[in-house]
């Protein structure tokens, strides 16, 4: 290669990359002039702020919901950027910044860097944030969010440190402050790495996760990287970090001693103690870090190993089309069915491996009878082209439901400029009601979507989208919707906003015998919601 210098250049601009989209998805976008957010530099601070925000909050391994993050920048905002700004506007910002700027609206994100060895362009996902389901005191379901190890990449990128020296040097950093009793700074080390163990632990799973899905798309280099970096976290680690957990733990014990038995500490002495405590807690979360790195390390080599040797065992397997091999020949001659073991032979050459659980043996015995059933259902031909276009239709059938359930509302809305959920439940006929609630689900998802929204200005959605080529949604996106019933129906068009409310009584709305995806009859009591129209003029 003539240039040495440019080795490793997509490398070197997937950390482009990282900055490059998250400025991209952020810098054209409208919606940060509604929250006074007008510099880009204002922007980015939040954005930064926001996951910022969430790193924490996995650091902490604690929850970390839409509700959080909205409460999270109503405080920073009150306290610092002090904007023009209610609580429910801070829960959108922020539910626009994760799902808008961060997410890309659920669709995937690539950044190409030049590969001057392979003369060619390199493609390289990029995500910065994900999500989970979590349950909120065991019955709540929530969505919480955490970074990638994208995510956490760009943060820790600006500290200027190559991957393979981070650990070491935050170490050594923290060594130096405990030293010097810098115990607040001390703190902010030990943060670091515990993070960084944290996220060599999560690219272990997730490398487990793609050798799980398909071994042969994970190559040997990024294995052999995977484990470097596994032997370099591992090596010696445990042993200091032990060392320096006694150490905390011996500073900690004088000072309380000190407190019990010969004054009462100062403020600054507190302090330091308050300090030790929450280094000594993150020591004993690295070590055990540490512990299931080096789990982690020894199941990534098995897995690999056992994933390769099945793969190599699959691509002795001949495969055979059952309906042009099997099927039609039997057609044409039935009395080839005599000699169908021929063809049937090789499926048991194996015999199946099983283990016997005796805690099964001790387990209550439920009838399995409709399982069985279901298990006997055999698949006799699988048309891939057919299944797709029987897909299409079905999501084109729901999204169509959609559509007439959201047209009805609008229509009961625009007769007298607003109208509430118990005064449609009371004027809509027999047929008017299966067009507005076609099942429980459908009708729930558009209703809780119009009160999450509350306001929806329609002049500031045409102008978004005209800003902006994006694909057709695949699924129900109420902005998009709205956007298309207005386009499409004349009577709609002079719709400006649409407001939707809580009634303040606390009543509720019940409807009757109503359909649920799978066709069972339910009742359906919902809280009463006044729905409100204002039109041009």
């Known amino acids: 290669m003539q240039y040495e ?3 490793n250049f997509p490398k070197r601009m997937k950390t482009v990359g990282l900055y490059a989209i998250l400025i991209q998805n952020s810098i054209q976008k409208q919606t940060w002039k509604q ?20 790193m924490e909050q996995s650091l902490k391994e604690e929850t970390c919901t839409m509700d959080d993050i909205g409460a999270y920048i109503d405080n920073i905002n009150v306290q610092y950027f002090q904007k023009n ?4 506007d801070c829960r959108k910002l922020g539910d626009f910044i994760v799902n808008v700027i961060l997410s890309n609206e659920g669709r995937a994100m690539y950044f190409d860097g030049y590969d001057f060895e392979q003369n060619a362009y390199h493609i390289m996902h990029i995500s910065y944030v994900a999500n989970k389901i979590v349950y909120i005191d065991q019955e709540l ?13 760009l943060l820790l990128g600006t500290l200027e440190i190559e991957n393979n020296m981070k650990l070491t040097i935050h170490e050594m950093i923290f060594q130096m402050h405990l030293e010097k009793q810098s115990y607040d700074k001390a703190v902010d080390e030990i943060k670091n790495v515990f993070n960084l163990m944290r996220i060599q632990l999560q690219k272990i799973q997730e490398a487990m996760g793609k050798i799980r899905r398909n071994a042969l798309s994970y190559s040997v280099k990024d294995y052999e990287d995977i484990l470097l970096e596994n032997l370099d976290t591992i090596s010696d680690t445990r042993q200091k970090f032990q060392n320096y957990r006694e150490m905390v733990k011996s500073r900690a014990r004088e000072l309380e001693e ?15 103690l308050n300090h030790l405590r929450e280094i000594e807690w993150y020591l004993n979360r690295t070590i055990d870090e540490h512990q299931k790195i080096l789990n982690s390390h020894f199941d990534l080599k098995a897995l690999y190993t056992k994933e390769l040797e099945q793969l190599t065992q699959m691509s002795l397997i001949k495969r055979f089309p059952l309906r042009t091999e099997l099927y039609d020949k039997i057609l044409e001659n039935p009395s080839a069915m005599e000699n169908l073991d021929l063809f049937l032979r090789p499926l048991f050459n194996r015999d199946t491996e099983k283990i016997y659980n005796l805690n099964k043996a001790f387990e209550l015995q439920r009838p399995v009878r409709k399982k069985e059933e279901e298990d006997s259902e055999e698949i006799l031909d699988f048309d891939e082209e057919a299944w797709q276009e029987e897909q299409e239709r079905i999501l084109r059938e729901k999204l169509k439901k959609y559509e007439e359930s959201l047209h009805c509302i609008l229509k009961y809305a625009l007769r007298t400029g607003e109208i509430s959920l ?12 299966i067009r507005l609630i076609p099942n429980v689900e459908i009708f729930k ?6 009160i999450r929204n509350r306001e929806i200005d329609i002049e500031a959605l045409q102008k978004e989208r005209s800003e902006y080529i994006q694909d057709r949604p695949g ?20 719709i400006k906003r649409i407001e939707t409310y809580r009634v303040p009584d606390q009543s509720t709305v019940i409807f009757e015998n109503i359909e649920d995806e799978n066709g069972r009859k339910k009742s359906i009591r919902c809280s009463n919601v006044l729905i409100r129209i204002i039109q041009e003029g």
């Open 258 to 272: 000190a407190n019990i038995n010969v004054k009462r500490l100062s403020e600054k002495e507190e302090e330091k």
């Open 35 to 54: 929250y006074g957010f007008l510099k880009t530099d204002e922007q980015l601070n939040m954005v930064f702020a926001v996951m910022l925000y969430i």
């Open 445 to 450: 998802e558009i209703m809780v979507e119009l």
């Open 422 to 433: 118990q005064e449609i439940c009371a004027q809509a006929g027999e047929e008017e009601r």
């Open 5 to 7: 210098f440019l080795k």
């Open 475 to 494: 699924e129900f996106q109420l902005n998009e919707m709205l956007l298309q019933l207005i386009e499409e129906y004349p009577e709609n068009r002079n």
């Open 85 to 88: 700004m209610t609580y429910d």
């Open 141 to 153: 379901k929530r969505t919480s969010y955490y970074l990638t190890d994208d995510g956490y990449n």
